[in-house]
């Protein structure tokens, strides 16, 4: 059986956990490791329950708290090669990275634990890289896709076939324009690099929805520019129009900095 948990995501910090039957992976390390700690007693697991790690990007609500879990919990990163150079000379890693660093190879499947095998695909977004997530673990596939300036048609392949989708639902356009940033972030947001919107994420859905989709959970929700009810509503219509009863999915939202309910995935 697979389990999911989001230990937060946004713009405070990215951080969730994948357990399978003897194995667990942690995706992106944004939270601070004190309160990983706290959060992983509470679900009666430790670091040493944590087999390896995987990073999807090099900024700072994903890795700020990497260096310290290479340095205390010791766990495989497992990322591309050209993130790893990015994260080689990061001032948050740099120090500590070095003994962790397991490279991906593309376009096979990559065994990073006895549980999980992982095949990355990139995604447009202003870091070094980003990629996303298809992860494999016992019949079950589970795609992440998060920070994408706009969709591919590689991260829609993936998604079609999944059982869970965990897909950026930023901002809502409205209120991003009509919001205080200042332009020039406006238009890093919105212009094909920076993240997807409520109303893109709900273009995606029909694209890749399909029979076997279990659950979809939105992520990375913008505190300034959205609000879960915006986004749950925009997806919820997407599923509709499809012709797919929303009551067939588990439709969820994983909020800025809470922890999320241990999905039996």
Not at 61 to 80: E, N, Q, Y
Not at 138 to 155: K, N
């Amino acid at each position: 059986m697979m389990r999911f948990v989001s230990f937060s995501s946004g713009s405070c910090g990215n951080c969730s956990l994948l357990t399978g039957p003897s194995s667990a992976i942690m995706i992106d390390a944004g939270v601070g490791i004190r309160r990983v700690k706290k959060e992983l007693e509470a679900l009666r697991l430790s670091y040493a329950d944590i087999s390896a790690i995987l990073i999807t990007h090099d900024h700072g609500d994903h890795i700020r708290s990497l260096g310290s879990f290479c340095k205390r919990v010791t766990a495989p990163v497992w990322t591309t090669p050209r993130l790893h150079e990015a994260l080689s000379r990061h001032p948050f890693t740099r120090d500590w990275i070095g003994p962790c660093r397991q490279d991906l190879q593309a376009g096979v499947w990559n065994p990073v634990t006895e549980d999980f095998d992982v095949q990355y695909f990139v995604v447009p977004h202003d870091a070094t890289q980003c990629v996303g997530y298809a992860i494999r673990c016992g019949g079950e596939l589970f795609v992440l896709m998060t920070d994408m300036g706009h969709t591919t048609g590689e991260a829609l392949s993936w998604a079609s076939q999944a059982s869970t989708v965990v897909i950026e639902s930023n901002y809502d356009i409205d209120m991003l324009l009509g919001g205080s940033y200042p332009q020039e972030l406006k238009d890093r947001i919105s212009h094909g690099i920076g993240h997807l919107s409520n109303e893109e994420c709900a273009d995606a859905i029909p694209q890749f929805i399909h029979e076997g989709l279990r659950n979809l959970f939105l992520c990375h929700l913008s505190g300034e520019n959205n609000t879960p009810e915006l986004a749950y509503e925009s997806a919820r219509r997407a599923v509709a129009r499809t012709g797919r009863d929303p009551g067939t999915i588990n439709l969820r939202v994983l909020r800025r900095g809470e922890t999320s309910p241990f999905f039996n995935l």
